[in-house]
């Protein structure tokens, strides 16, 4: 009798497999979309079109929003390509099939924009003057990182570690200046980040991934510049703007201080969460400008051009605030203070206590 239910149960075993298989793949075929943000310029080619349903596409001019499937296409073609060797993969390899298939945390308690009540555990932290002036004559700070303590949740990981940027921004205020600032800027931005850390709730900044402690805006740019071929070049505007020119499509010159456009990864993370760009000061009702992790370089003539860093106004508008500046046969330096907006990661495994994420009802964490 139990060698009989035991088979039963194999025989069943063996049916779900393929039915969840062939489920999963159907679901994964219905997050294809065209993208709604088509230039009114593209055109169908109706030789090369294929049929979804009764809708006609173009296969190579259709845009492919990925960012909810994890398939790293953006057109439907490619999409649809994509998902074709990753079925074909299932039909032979089911744990390789897994492993190739998109991703996602499906049992994480929270979602994207919830409020988190999060004390950091450092009270204290001396941002080094060395590192963000040529003389160490940037105004000394003293932050207390305990004291953001409100956090949106901005992204949920595939492993279930979760992404929060705090609601506020620091009371105190950080000076950049001259050079050395500007070589240092992303470097002195994420240590301080770093001290947001909270030994139960969040992962642990010594084996963290790179990026998992961050200021808003860091997505891989240099930490320290080293290479000072460019930043040192006295002739930089004799060819009329050439690196400028250059610079602006970010043609591996970020690494020399050519600038970067990384920053709009966090911002559109914060933007999708329902999060907002501005930010308090904490404890004030005062809209207050924070630095973001971005560099620029900037050419005006063959005489004037300037390397400066980016940050984000209290309207919500990105500005630059050129901290080495070229000026008519000179250098010369800048300089500026803003505040401070740091994202952490938690740890996966977390629960929540109480609350419910809202605005008038944060979650409590746990760690059990």
């Excluded at 994480?108 to 999060?118: K, T």
């Excluded at 005489?303 to 630059?320: A, D, E, L, P």
Aim: charged content about 20%.
């Amino acid at each position: 009798m139990e060698d009989n239910q035991s088979k039963k149960k194999i025989k069943i075993t063996y049916i779900i497999i393929p039915v969840l298989l062939v489920i999963s793949i159907v679901e994964l075929v219905l997050l294809l979309k065209p993208n709604k943000e088509l230039s009114k310029s593209t055109k169908i080619n109706y030789d090369e079109e294929f049929r979804l349903g009764d809708i006609l596409f173009d296969s190579d001019d259709v845009g492919y929003d990925n960012t909810n499937s994890g398939l790293t296409s953006t057109t439907v073609q490619d999409a649809i390509d994509e998902l074709y060797t990753a079925a074909n993969t299932c039909v032979t390899n089911l744990a390789t099939c897994q492993a190739s298939l998109p991703q996602v945390c499906s049992n994480s308690p929270f979602n994207l924009g919830d409020y988190i009540d999060m004390t950091p555990t450092s009270s204290s932290y001396s941002v080094s003057q060395n590192l963000r002036s040529d003389d160490g004559s940037a105004t000394a700070v003293t932050l207390n990182p305990s004291e953001l303590n409100v956090w949106r949740v901005i992204n949920i990981n595939p492993d279930c570690t979760v992404e929060v940027v705090s609601e506020y921004v620091s009371t105190q205020n950080v000076e950049f200046k001259a050079k050395n600032g500007f070589l240092n800027y992303v470097y002195v931005l994420n240590e301080i980040a770093k001290q947001y850390a909270n030994t139960t709730y969040t992962l642990d900044t010594s084996t963290a991934p790179d990026g998992a402690f961050r200021n808003v805006g860091y997505d891989g740019q240099t930490k320290q510049i080293t290479d000072l071929t460019r930043i040192d070049d006295t002739t930089l505007g004799e060819a009329s703007g050439a690196w400028y020119q250059k610079t602006t499509s970010f043609n591996g010159e970020e690494s020399k201080g050519g600038g970067d456009q990384k920053y709009v990864t966090d911002l559109k993370l914060i933007e999708d969460a329902g999060a907002s760009i501005v930010a308090f000061k904490k404890g004030t009702t005062s809209l207050t400008a924070y630095w973001l992790v971005s560099r620029r370089f900037y050419w005006d003539s063959t005489t004037n051009w300037n390397f400066g860093v980016r940050y984000v106004s209290v309207g919500g508008v990105i500005h630059v605030i050129a901290l080495w500046n070229r000026y008519y046969g000179i250098f010369d330096p800048g300089y500026s203070s803003y505040a401070i907006r740091p994202i952490v990661t938690l740890k996966s495994g977390l629960t929540t206590s109480s609350g419910n994420g809202t605005a008038s009802s944060h979650y409590q964490l746990s760690a059990s």
